[in-house]
């Protein structure tokens, strides 16, 4: 899969050539955790503590991936995707996170993107969907700037791999929740609570995907592409007060500039460096740090589930902070006078309002501000209380009007412009949902982790429908 900045011919609201995919993620369906020569990864460290993820459930085994890739992969090829979006244990394929590459984890990649070049699937790998080497993380993880040197010797060695099968390369997902929800409120690994170690670590992220990025180039044949995955949020006040006005303002500097101004435009947002003065000096920023953050790259990846509303602190109306992330702590360095509300409208199993129009506000929003730039949807979904029925089927109608509608908006945003071209539905199998465990269900198909049998779900003949017409189903 490549994706061009040219526009393409439009087959019912959609691009000819648009690319529908599914995204799943390693640390939560491979399982195989200690197999082959895999050291631990924080996740390991973070969900084997007790109290941290729900019911004491771990990735030791998860959907069994490792060895049931093959299935997946047929499961894959029967929904007609075009394209999928995995990530790579960084592990598994540099145990420690230093030293030489480990040829039987490697081995694994080859035996999947083979697969799935055989069944007419693209592969779309991500480097670093969360599971750093605890032996990087007792360095200091993502606020040792060590690691994110480590990391481009890690993009060298898996391009080197599988770049001659691999057209499309992301270097990091959501960086927001590696460096917020990791070092800043502690609910995701490695669970450290420090809003200054968290901004650290924030640069340390994208100083990696500058790294990584040149490490790609340098590695990956001619025409491969480069990307880079954020959970940018659609920041909504909740009036048109200049309070509730200033709260969105520095929430979408947090959330959304802190990573664009540095990554497309070279320098961080003077208003974010302002108002986070008080728990850092940004001393952590190096000359030249910012001209190897700011590499050219081929397309950016949007992840979006659900809005973000906020307002003024109001010291009379108390409220819980509803930002749609758990934890006793904010995970929003300097957030003192924000008030994090929910959205209207009807909500999923994890509690977040569903409302299409914030992709689309997203997509539009980034027609505007990056001209020319080629847009992924790369993680669009929703979790629902799923169950198998007596005649062991899935239905999920909640599913399936939600991926309606943000497709429809998706569909909105292209024919308004916005240069979308791809979607790829989280998630494909469910998993082992971070902090959540096995408590939530994202996937399109149901996976019975006692049996591990598969059950494509209705929502997954539904996608398929949309996969083979080029339109949406009602």
Not at 86 to 96: A, I, K, T
Not at 262 to 285: I, N, R
Not at 286 to 296: F, T, V
Request: aromatic share 10%.
């Amino acid at each position: 899969m490549t994706v061009e900045a040219l526009p393409s011919p439009v087959r019912a609201g959609f691009p000819a050539d648009f690319v529908w995919g599914a995204a799943t993620a390693a640390y939560q369906i491979e399982g195989a955790a200690t197999l082959d020569g895999r050291t631990p990864s924080i996740w390991d460290t973070f969900s084997h503590t007790p109290g941290k993820v729900r019911n004491g459930d771990t990735g030791d085994i998860a959907a069994d991936h490792y060895h049931r890739y093959r299935e997946d992969v047929a499961l894959m090829s029967e929904l007609g995707l075009g394209a999928y979006r995995f990530s790579l244990s960084w592990p598994r394929v540099r145990p420690g996170g230093r030293g030489p590459a480990n040829r039987a984890g490697l081995d694994f990649y080859d035996r999947l993107v083979d697969e799935l070049l055989a069944g007419g699937v693209t592969p779309v790998a991500t480097l670093y969907h969360w599971d750093l080497p605890q032996e990087l993380e007792d360095r200091g993880g993502w606020t040792d700037r060590d690691t994110a040197y480590r990391f481009a010797e890690y993009a060298a060695i898996a391009a080197a791999a599988l770049g001659d099968r691999v057209p499309t390369w992301t270097t990091l997902n959501e960086p927001w929740c590696s460096a917020f929800l990791g070092y800043g409120n502690g609910v995701h690994a490695p669970g450290r609570t420090d809003p200054a170690a968290a901004l650290t670590a924030h640069h340390h992220l994208l100083l990696a995907h500058g790294l990584g990025t040149a490490a790609l180039r340098s590695a990956l044949p001619a025409g491969a592409q480069v990307s880079l995955t954020l959970n940018l949020a659609a920041v909504r006040p909740l009036s048109t007060d200049p309070g509730d006005l200033d709260a969105a303002r520095r929430i979408d500097g947090l959330a959304n500039r802190i990573f664009l101004d540095p990554v497309f435009h070279g320098h961080y947002p003077a208003d974010v460096l302002a108002d986070t003065a008080q728990l850092t000096d940004w001393s952590f920023v190096r000359d030249g740090d910012l001209a190897e953050i700011s590499r050219p790259i081929d397309s950016l990846g949007i992840n979006y589930y659900t809005p973000t509303v906020v307002a003024a602190d109001d010291p009379a109306a108390p409220a819980p902070r509803q930002d749609g992330h758990a934890g006793e702590l904010s995970p929003w360095p300097a957030d003192r006078g924000v008030r994090f509300l929910p959205a209207e409208g009807s909500r999923t199993a994890m509690g977040w309002p569903v409302d299409a129009d914030g992709l689309y506000e997203l997509l539009t929003r980034l027609r505007d501000d990056l001209p020319g730039l080629p847009l992924l949807v790369t993680e669009n979904g929703a979790a629902y209380e799923d169950y198998t029925d007596p005649s062991g089927a899935v239905h999920d109608p909640e599913r399936v009007a939600y991926l309606h509608g943000h497709l429809s908006a998706v569909r909105r945003a292209v024919a308004d412009g916005a240069p979308v071209r791809g979607y790829f539905l989280w998630s494909l199998l469910d998993n082992f949902e971070w902090a959540y465990g096995y408590s939530k269900r994202f996937g399109i198909v149901h996976v019975d982790f006692a049996s591990q049998r598969r059950t494509p779900k209705d929502s997954a003949r539904w996608y398929a429908e949309v996969i083979r017409t080029g339109d949406l189903p009602h």
